[in-house]
């Protein structure tokens, strides 16, 4: 899946460039605030990006725990 959107916006979201950390924060469904967006709405991670997340962060050893992933 190649991402849409944020800082690493048309990278595969399988590639080892994308760090751990941001992938963790896709799968959770973080917040972000569209830029340029002159209204303090904030957006959630769309559930497909974070099902792909998911997907990725078990791909990389991780397994989720609650809130969390960790690493086995």
Known sequence: MILMFGTFK?????????????IRWLALRGSYQMPGNRFETKWKVPIDV?????????RRGYRREGDSYIKE
């Open 50 to 58: 974070s099902i792909h997340a998911r997907r990725e962060m078990e």
């Open 10 to 22: 048309g990278h595969e979201l399988s590639d080892m460039s994308v760090p751990d950390s941001y």
